[in-house]
T-cell receptor, first 114, second 108 residues
Framework: NAGVTQTPKFQVLKTGQSMTLQCAQD?????MYWYRQDPGMGLRLIYY???????DKGEVPNGYNVSRLNKREFSLRLESAAPSQTSVYFC?????????????FGPGTRLTVL | QKEVEQDPGPLSVPEGAIVSLNCTYS??????FMWYRQYSRKGPELLMY????GNKEDGRFTAQVDKSSKYISLFIRDSQPSDSATYLC????????FGGGTRVLVKP
């Protein structure tokens, strides 16, 4: 099993450009998440999807859109990138067991917006 | 005020020492408490979790929760250079909330 995979690993954009970050999981998990991680801020939830066909906003959704393409794939789109979106982006998927929701993370995408 | 607070470190210790990490939280609704470990340029991975106040031990790692004080601790015994990483506390109710993480350096 590959677990959670993310593409690309690195990306540099100019202000105003758009791009889509891809995420896929092969663990048959229902829930998937997108986080951003900035120094001193920890992981902040952008969007999540509790199941195929549903998406909900997290703590910092402005400037982003998501698509839950199928059970495996959850993409994050930046329509018009801004320097404030320079960050490391992590995708995660989770399975609930005994009331505990354990999240498994991908390796991250390092995005720089100039 | 952030819901979950952690000292960012870095916390530097010699190999074999005990590492003590702390976290405070403000939301009384948190029901279970997780610690994630994140190596440099990698995604976080679950290290251990506990539901209740008290201690939970897993090998060299002990997680401690004091719900009355809203205080979470992680202790690493006999620390190794391979324990050098950032440790994120993550209390959870109906969603997971991450602290900013504490960077730990274990020197040989």
């Amino acid at each position: 099993n590959a677990g959670v995979t993310q593409t690309p690993k690195f990306q540099v954009l100019k202000t105003g450009q758009s791009m889509t970050l891809q995420c896929a999981q092969d663990m048959n998990h229902n829930s998937m998440y997108w986080y951003r991680q900035d120094p001193g801020m920890g992981l902040r939830l952008i969007y999540y999807s509790a199941s195929e066909g549903t998406t909900d906003k997290g703590e910092v959704p402005n400037g982003y859109n998501v698509s839950r393409l199928n059970k495996r794939e959850f993409s994050l789109r930046l329509e018009s990138a801004a320097p404030s979106q320079t960050s490391v982006y992590f995708c995660a998927s989770s399975v609930a067991s005994g009331g505990l929701d354990t999240q498994y993370f991908g390796p991250g995408t390092r995005l720089t917006v100039l | 005020q952030k819901e979950v607070e952690q000292d960012p470190g870095p916390l530097s210790v010699p190999e074999g020492a005990i590492v003590s990490l702390n976290c405070t939280y403000s939301n009384s609704a948190f029901q279970y408490f997780m610690w994630y470990r994140q190596y440099s340029r990698k995604g976080p991975e679950l290290l251990m979790y506990t539901y209740s106040s008290g201690n939970k031990e897993d090998g060299r790692f002990t997680a401690q929760v004091d719900k009355s004080s809203k205080y979470i601790s992680l202790f690493i015994r006999d620390s190794q250079p391979s324990d050098s990483a950032t440790y994120l506390c993550a209390p959870a109710g109906n969603k997971l909330t991450f602290g900013g993480g504490t960077r730990v350096l274990v020197k040989p």
